[in-house]
T-cell receptor, first 111, second 113 residues
Framework: GAGVSQSPSNKVTEKGKDVELRCDPI?????LYWYRQSLGQGLEFLIY????????KSGLPSDRFSAERTGGSVSTLTIQRTQQEDSAVYLC?????????FGPGTRLLVL | KQEVTQIPAALSVPEGENLVLNCSFT??????LQWFRQDPGKGLTSLLL?????REQTSGRLNASLDKSSGRSTLYIAASQPGDSATYLC????????????FGKGTKLSVIP
């Protein structure tokens, strides 16, 4: 079946602009995660959605970052007023148990 | 705070060699540990998951071991092939009520034909 998909695959933006990154999880998966992978760094947890529960936003680095998950399926990660340090690969994963399945990521470059 | 370290950061071996990748974690109270593979420009592929009660897991040429008390895991790759070239990531889930994965920075493996 289809895996986790993310769009766009690449995004180049100017400092100060807002960007939206999309994640389509595997159908039926109740849990959805966003991670960030910066150059030379490990993956960093950002936010977690589980069913209809309030999301765990403890990993978001600043209030410029927000995410929502509509209808328990598609999720959008929004970064407002982007900064150069936001440049990274943003990975989405979904799960219906103990294994997280990752999408290909969105490579964000902030000029 | 859980920290995960992977050594070495990069490894180059000739085709056919057996090799070991190392992962260590600071808090031994883990729920499970996973090894992932990441190819350039691609997402992560889960290779092996070891529950905290298990000592090892095997899949084909891959064998992952877990020594929770010492905070260590190894990924053994037998008879390496050029197609094994990728970055290998170790990730720890630190509790049944916790769902976040804490990742190491990975080991970049190159298998030379």
């Amino acid at each position: 079946g289809a895996g986790v998909s993310q769009s766009p695959s690449n995004k180049v933006t100017e400092k100060g602009k807002d960007v939206e990154l999309r994640c389509d999880p595997i159908s039926g998966h109740t849990a959805l995660y966003w991670y960030r992978q910066s150059l030379g760094q490990g993956l960093e947890f950002l936010i977690y959605f589980q069913g209809n529960s309030a999301p765990d936003k403890s990993g978001l680095p600043s209030d410029r970052f927000s995410a929502e998950r509509t209808g328990g399926s598609v999720s959008t990660l929004t970064i407002q007023r982007t900064q150069q340090e936001d440049s990274a690969v943003y990975l989405c994963a979904s799960s219906n148990g103990r294994t997280q399945y990752f999408g290909p990521g969105t490579r964000l470059l902030v000029l | 705070k859980q920290e995960v370290t992977q050594i070495p950061a990069a490894l180059s071996v000739p085709e056919g060699e057996n090799l070991v990748l190392n992962c260590s974690f600071t808090d031994s109270a883990i729920y499970n540990l996973q090894w992932f593979r990441q190819d350039p420009g691609k997402g992560l592929t889960s290779l092996l998951l070891i529950q905290s009660s298990q000592r090892e897991q095997t899949s084909g040429r891959l064998n992952a071991s877990l020594d929770k008390s010492s905070g260590r895991s190894t990924l053994y790759i037998a008879a390496s092939q050029p197609g094994d070239s990728a970055t290998y990531l170790c990730a720890v889930n630190s509790g049944a009520g916790s769902y976040q994965l804490t990742f190491g920075k990975g080991t970049k493996l190159s298998v030379i034909p």
